[in-house]
C-alpha cells in the first residue's frame, strides 16, 4: 500500500532553515509528480510547491518562491523540502502528497510539524 | 489565482440525514481535454486530508457510495445521502486545472 512518511519537522527560530524528507513506498515513485502541501494551526490548506516526476519542472507558491526548494531523489524514493529565511507565518504542519495525475493528489503522508518561534 | 468559495462554512447533521457543500470556483474548472479538475476532500479529526471524490463526480477508490459529487463549470456540490458519525470532519474543495492548486475554505461537517 502507498505509504507517504515526512520527517524533519521542528522549532526554528525566524530566518533560520530546515528541510523536510518524505519517505515513499508501496508506488513507482519514479512516475509520479510530488507536492508539498502545508496546514497552518487552526487553519485551511496551502499548497506550497510541485515537483514533476523527474525532477525537470518545480514549481512554487508566491509566498514561499525564491526561499523553499523542492527536490527529489528517486534512487532513494524520497521527497525534499530545503526551507529557508523562515519567517513566523510558515509556522504549520507540512504534508506530501503524491499526484495521479491531473493534480489528483490521491495520497497524503500523517504531516511534519514546523514552529517558527525566538 | 483561481478562488474557491465553499457554503456553508458549518453544517450539523442528523445522523441517517443527508448533507449538500457547494463550491464555486473563480473560473471554469473544464480544461480543454474535456475533464474538470474538482476534487473533494475529507480532513477527519487529528488527520491528514484524504481523497473523497475527483474530476468532480468519480469516487476514489474505498470511499463509500453515499458520497457523490456533481457539477460543471464554475459550481459544484458534494453531496452524502445519509450522513453516519465516521463523516464528521472538514471537507475541502480544490481546483486542479492551473498551478497554483488552490483550496476552498473548509466546511465542517459535525453530527447532532
Known amino acids: 500500500q502507498v505509504q507517504l512518511v515526512e520527517s524533519g519537522g521542528g522549532v526554528v527560530q525566524p530566518g533560520g532553515s530546515l528541510r523536510l524528507s518524505c519517505a515513499a513506498s508501496g508506488f513507482t515513485f519514479s512516475s509520479y509528480g510530488m507536492h508539498w502541501v502545508r496546514q497552518a494551526p487552526g487553519k485551511g490548506l496551502e499548497w506550497v510547491a510541485f515537483?514533476?516526476?523527474?525532477?525537470?519542472?518545480?514549481y512554487y507558491a508566491d509566498s514561499v518562491k525564491g526561499r523553499f526548494t523542492i527536490s527529489r531523489d528517486n534512487s532513494k524514493n524520497t521527497l525534499y523540502l530545503q526551507m529557508n529565511s523562515l519567517r513566523a507565518e510558515d509556522t504549520a504542519v507540512y504534508y506530501c502528497a503524491k499526484d495521479s495525475g491531473g493534480t489528483r493528489l490521491d495520497y497524503w503522508g500523517q504531516g511534519t510539524l514546523v514552529t517558527v518561534s525566538s | 489565482d483561481i478562488v474557491m468559495t465553499q457554503t456553508p462554512l458549518s453544517l450539523s447533521v442528523t445522523p441517517g440525514q443527508p448533507a449538500s457543500i457547494s463550491c464555486k470556483s473563480s473560473q471554469s474548472l473544464l480544461h480543454s481535454d474535456g475533464k474538470t479538475y474538482l476534487y473533494w476532500y475529507l480532513q477527519k479529526p487529528g488527520q491528514s486530508p484524504q481523497l473523497l471524490i475527483y474530476e468532480v463526480s468519480s469516487r476514489f477508490s474505498g470511499v463509500p457510495d453515499r458520497f457523490s459529487g456533481s457539477g460543471s463549470g464554475t459550481d459544484f456540490t458534494l453531496k452524502i445521502s445519509r450522513v453516519e458519525a465516521e463523516d464528521v470532519g472538514v471537507y475541502y474543495c480544490?481546483?486542479?486545472?492551473?498551478?497554483?492548486?488552490?483550496f476552498g475554505q473548509g466546511t465542517r461537517l459535525e453530527i447532532k
Open positions: 515537483i514533476r516526476y523527474d525532477g525537470s519542472n518545480k
Open positions: 480544490m481546483q486542479g486545472i492551473h498551478l497554483p492548486p488552490t
